[in-house]
């Protein structure tokens, strides 16, 4: 792909960070999307979070462009035992997860990763100010011909956890319910500008 040091300025629109009265609180843009990759922006206003969702066999980068957010993410947990008694699988929606340490994350910060089976799930918080995050996902949402599926956004919820969760390593166990996109939550969309974003090729055609 081309260098992404000139599309942070051009995807990160300072109009774009000022607040409307009738904007979204969530801003989309779509930088370049194929069947392996989709490469994207987004902007939260002040104050604004991406509610906790999911991106089901994906790999992923998050690297801030502007201001700085808070990263809360989660690993589903898979055969898990308690009291002896197998737990494989979500019963009505509800997935137990590892916790991990919430991290803060400014443009000057290297970007953060997720993995199909690590940090899958993610809820992120805009902090002193508006933010800007390029995210890069592999393979993307939605529908994957060469494999027959359909990759969903499924957004969760923390269970409030009175029954004292034990701990896990480098983390705490909780449980995560299965809820519908929160009514906080919308984006707009707008259009990105910049330079083309397409595959290098050097002087072989490699």
Known sequence: ?????????????????????????????????????????????????????????????????????????YSFIANMCMDGVPVNQSLSGIFPAKKHEAVTVSASDPACRLFPEKQNVHEIYSLDGPAAFLDILSPPYGTDERLGIERDCHYYQELDGSFAPPQV??????????????????????????????????ENGS
């Open 169 to 202: 390593p480098e983390g705490r166990l909780v449980w995560l319910v299965n809820v519908p996109s929160p009514t906080d939550f919308w984006c707009d969309q707008a259009e990105y500008s910049g330079p083309p974003i397409e595959e290098d090729s050097d």
């Open 1 to 73: 792909m081309g260098s992404f040091t000139q599309v942070y300025w051009w995807a990160a629109d300072p109009c774009l960070l000022q607040p409307s009265r009738d904007g979204a609180p969530v801003t989309y843009m779509q930088l370049y999307e194929d069947s392996d990759v989709t490469i994207c922006v987004f902007i939260l206003k002040t104050g604004v979070r991406l509610p906790m969702h999911d991106h089901p066999g994906m790999h992923g980068l998050l690297k801030v462009l502007h201001g700085s957010v808070a990263v809360q993410s």
